[in-house]
């Protein structure tokens, strides 16, 4: 069963807006009855109808909701109740136009779209948490509801006079003097010494850009700006059922927020999912990414599970193409997120709206108002795997590699200007590396420079940019106790303030590491050189390997070499390196290479290091592996992401398999997976095989 939920196993819903059909009160009905065909037992409810609820100040209405969520519940389905501030009525802008959100270049939006609001203002807090007591108040405990669905994807920024106070007195609390935050942003550089609070402003195309612990300031005082706006909205829904748990849906690998301080605010985590698939013939890089998505939602919150909030079941409305999932995709994608830590399958939305800009986007209940479609039976296919799958509901996902990736990180090597600003790429660096194990059907956690690195084996930092003392002293304690320590060029640039380490980088890693980075040579679109790999024992099919983009000059200093530059200057110098630190290893990638050679190194890393993979099967080309583990039984769902038919060799595992989904497909020992197929396989953990564990 769930660990969220316990009286559910998989939670199978969608977004559901009955408010847009209060004229036709016949369409309740119907979507019930079509809801309980497919298997669906969850609905979001009520998350854009604000206007609905509150049509005027302080007149509320209820009664269409009480009826909808004693109808929903009455059939066996559950509800995530929203909270509505993602868009105001316009009664709301009209009486309170501070409310409005101001951009960055200082002009203020009108009344429309979503999210058009500032996080300061006070007349905001206030509408909102009197709406949102009022509808905790009436349905705080109605067995319908699971848990809070908290406003809808917060986004953005507002630069208002509210906003440029709260950034100051946000300022003012960490430096406590001007003194102390001009040493830290290293404010001489420009003459840009501060004398007065008055003159710090947030960073605008009409002011000031080219500081960068501004910049990075100004971002980390946004992220905490919406987390405490999600505190205040959660504080006022459970002030009348303290355990009622809260969530917000988050998007993924978003710029805007640091999702790890977000996340602090919420009792789970959700997220809303739209790969736009078959963009190319081959799926396994977007595969890669919504992988990577997946694991790091799963991560922000160790030990739950996560939701699949939104997806489409069919296409969208807003991407570039609107293109159709091919047969197989839509389950194909569904369990994909169940295989990564998802208790849920959810979309957007249940039932086209028939008007404004999401009409056309895809819905389990098209316009033509039933299912009886292929979307429709497609959403019956899932409802009936995750039915099948029931036992492995709350399963763990366990890792023993992880992946550092910090918001923090990420904005300040994005603003480094330099060394190469026609695309520094941290976010492919990172994607790239994660792939490679992905492939490899290595298990991977994503976690944060705070967060606990002693459980796992390897620790993974790819352009770890900036780095504080702290964090380089676990490091070091990790590495000497006998982990192994990956990192990469562009590393150990800047600490906390983003002012650049002295005495040499890779800065507090120098000695972990073993190097010294003297320069990085930025290299142009199309020029390449090359690593050749020196080691004893490596098993990659080559040795040599292209480099593109950023080449680390670098000395090693107690480092063994294991590759080296073939061209330019830098012929002959270190590019891979290995240092003996205690019972432990640090390796270090000098250059940005292709998937290949990051392909042959984490092999030879797996197999140096006794790193395993969630089965020992060989799969085929376009075919992954990921495995969730509950008393004692692994699940193992193998994904086949060609557009063609595969076939597995269940003899290659170490353990039985028993097929879950499509029994049928097994034929002795081979099991035949469709193009855009996939399998859950149930096996017994036994002492030959332990998924994830050291």
């Known amino acids: 069963m769930s660990k969220l939920f316990p009286k559910l196993n998989f939670l199978h819903g969608a977004d559901y807006n009955p408010d847009q059909w209060l004229d036709r009160p016949e369409i309740l009905e119907q979507d019930i009855a079509m809801m309980k065909e497919t298997k669906c037992n969850v609905m979001s409810v009520g998350i854009f109808s604000w206007a609905k609820l509150e049509p005027r100040e302080g007149q509320y209405e209820f009664a269409w909701l009480d009826n909808v969520l004693d109808k929903l519940y009455a059939s066996g389905i559950y509800v995530f109740l929203a909270t509505p501030s993602g868009a105001r009525p316009a009664w709301v802008s009209e009486n309170y136009p501070e409310v409005l959100r101001t951009n960055k270049d200082r002009t203020k939006n009108l009344h429309g779209e979503r999210h058009n609001h500032c996080y300061s203002s006070p007349a905001y807090r206030r509408l909102t948490k009197s709406i949102n007591e009022q509808l905790a108040r009436r349905y705080a405990h109605h067995p319908a509801v699971l848990a809070w669905h908290i406003s809808n994807e917060y986004g953005g920024e507002c ?117 736009e698939w078959h963009q190319t013939r081959g799926q396994q890089a977007l595969a890669s990414y919504t992988a990577f998505t997946f694991d790091l939602m799963r991560s922000l919150k160790p030990g739950l599970p996560f939701l699949l909030m939104e997806s489409t079941p069919g296409t969208t409305s807003w991407q570039a193409v609107s293109k159709l999932k091919k047969p197989g995709m839509h389950r194909l994608s569904a369990l994909q997120a169940v295989a990564h830590g998802s208790d849920s399958v959810q979309y957007f939305q249940w039932r086209k709206s028939r008007g404004s800009i999401e009409k056309f986007h895809g819905a389990v209940v098209d316009h033509v108002g039933h299912i009886n479609t292929r979307v429709g039976q497609d959403v019956k296919q899932v409802g009936a795997a995750l039915e099948k799958l029931a036992a492995a509901a709350g399963a763990d996902y366990r890792a023993e590699v992880a992946i550092v990736y910090d918001w923090d990180n990420r904005w300040a090597v994005n603003d480094s200007a330099g060394p190469r600003n026609c695309g520094i790429k941290f976010e492919e660096t990172v994607q790239g590396h994660y792939q490679a194990l992905w492939q490899q059907n290595i298990p991977v956690d994503i976690v944060s420079r705070s967060a606990d690195i002693s459980r796992y084996r390897t620790i993974v930092a790819p352009m770890l940019y900036m780095v504080n003392a702290e964090f380089a002293e676990r490091i070091n304690a990790f590495v000497a106790a006998g982990g192994i320590f990956i990192s990469t060029y562009w590393s150990g640039i800047v600490n906390e303030d983003d002012l650049c380490y002295t005495g040499g980088f890779p800065g507090p890693l120098r000695e972990v590491l073993g190097v010294w980075s003297e320069e990085i040579d930025g290299l142009y679109e199309g020029e390449t050189n090359l690593l050749s790999m020196q080691i004893a024992g490596w098993n990659g099919p080559s040795r040599e390997y292209a480099c593109v983009e950023l080449c680390d000059l670098i000395h090693a200093e107690t480092a063994e070499v294991l590759g080296v530059y073939q061209q330019d200057f830098y012929r002959g110098r270190p590019a891979v390196t290995r240092n003996r630190y205690g019972k432990g290893q640090a390796y270090y990638l000098a250059a940005r290479t292709g998937g290949d050679f990051l392909a042959d190194f984490y092999r030879h890393i797996a197999d140096a290091h006794g790193l395993q993979a969630c089965t020992s099967m060989q799969l085929p080309q376009g075919a992954v592996a990921t495995a969730r583990s509950a008393e004692g039984e692994d699940y193992i769902f193998v994904q086949n992401y060609g557009d063609r038919a595969v076939t597995l060799d269940l003899a290659e595992e170490s353990r039985s398999l028993a097929p879950q989904l499509d029994p049928d497909a097994l034929s002795g020992h081979l099991y035949a997976l469709p193009a855009f197929g996939v399998e859950v396989f149930l096996a017994k953990r036994g002492e030959s095989f332990n998924v994830g564990r050291r």
């Open 159 to 275: 630069h208002c006079e509210h906003c440029q106070q709260s950034f100051r007195d946000w300022l003012k609390n960490k430096y406590q003097t001007l003194e102390n935050l001009n040493a830290r942003w290293w404010s001489a550089f420009w003459s840009h010494d501060y004398s007065s609070w008055s003159q710090l402003h947030s960073p605008g195309p009409l002011g000031e850009q080219s500081v960068h612990a501004l910049n990075l300031d100004w971002r980390r005082f946004v992220s905490e700006q919406v987390a405490l706006f999600c505190r205040h909205e959660v504080q006022a829904v459970k002030r009348f059922n303290p355990a009622l748990p809260a969530t917000t849906n988050f998007h993924g690998v978003f710029n805007d927020y640091d999702y790890w301080r977000l996340a602090q605010e919420v009792d789970f985590i959700s997220w809303d999912s739209y790969p």
